[in-house]
């Protein structure tokens, strides 16, 4: 059983809404730092005072250790994410996950994505939009990793499935499908290869992978191309849903084309990773070129010490694997009676 639960509004008030601004301190702490020092810059040891006051060095040391906090700490609750980016929180997802096609459907972190999936295909308005773009403001977030995940819950829930390798500068999913990278998208869109010979069958049930094929040196513009949106045209008909995996958005201008091409865009932000400006820019820029944005993945979660993100995904995973093995006591208590019976 999953938690499907997904906020369509903002609560305009949370907690840290009320809290002092601790941008406003720490200005006010900078004033008072020059209004006190300066003299004594100027004047040397006329207010010798100043410079030795237990109580002035306290203060500063306090006002310091707000404006660290405020630095590393912008976003503490899933409601302090939601506000700021005026979009819902779609799935948390722990540190130190792997990779479901090979730790299989039982992996103690699969629930996660089912929460992920349910949340999904909650926020989608028209069963049509299945061609689904995952984002990222920088490197290392997580993108891929949600991609390939993802797609396998949904694979291993009885959906056609296909992962598309969009990533044509630095494509990695085919070593992980221990796949060779020869044929792939770029075939196709230089009208090379047909989809039946680029597209190939992976260890999943229900799930296929498109590699990116070799860059070509007239790569320019080519997921922009009339033969890219015919495409995404063919692949909705075939396939009840289709990933696309690429690079960066604020790196290079391919996942701005693709996420205004396909039918839903998600932003994959690793926790404290980049500054809050860049993973805000990263959401602008889908918005910008008319993407669908529906909501974000939080990655990278501590569980152990971010309590405000652990009751949405923490008491999901409880909760499942307790009414899980109350399922299986009464499965076996079931077979035993059976037993007797016979």
Known sequence: ?????????????TTSDVRPSLSRLAIIALALSAIYTLPIFFWGNTYPWIATSPLWAGVLAVMASQLIKH??????TIDDVERIFQA?????????IGYL???GSEFKHAEAYGVLRANLLFSRRDEKLNTILIVSAGAG???????????TVFAQGGNSVLIVDSDLRRPTLHKLFKTANNLGLT??????????EI????????LDFMPSGKLPSSALGILGSAQMKEMIAELKQRYDFVFFDSPPILGVSDASILASEVDLVMQVMQYRRYPQPMTIRAKQMVEKVGGNFIGIVLNNINMSQDEGYYYYSGYSHDYYYARKGEEDIGDQKHQSKSSHKV
């Not at 630095?71 to 503490?76: E, I, P, Q, V």
């Not at 819902?88 to 997802?93: A, H, M, N, R, S």
């Not at 075939?187 to 039946?196: D, G, H, S, V």
């Not at 597209?199 to 229900?206: A, E, H, I, L, W």
Request: glycine share 4%; net charge positive.
């Open 1 to 13: 059983m999953v938690n499907t639960k997904t906020k369509s509004t903002f609560t305009p008030t």
């Open 71 to 76: 630095f590393n700490s912008k976003l503490n």
């Open 88 to 96: 819902p929180v779609l799935g948390i997802i722990p540190q130190n």
């Open 101 to 103: 096609i090979e730790e």
């Open 141 to 151: 977030e997580g993108k891929s990793t949600t991609t390939i995940n993802l797609a």
């Open 187 to 196: 075939n196709y869109l230089l009208k090379q290869n047909t989809l039946a």
């Open 199 to 206: 597209v190939q069958s992976t260890g999943v049930p229900n």
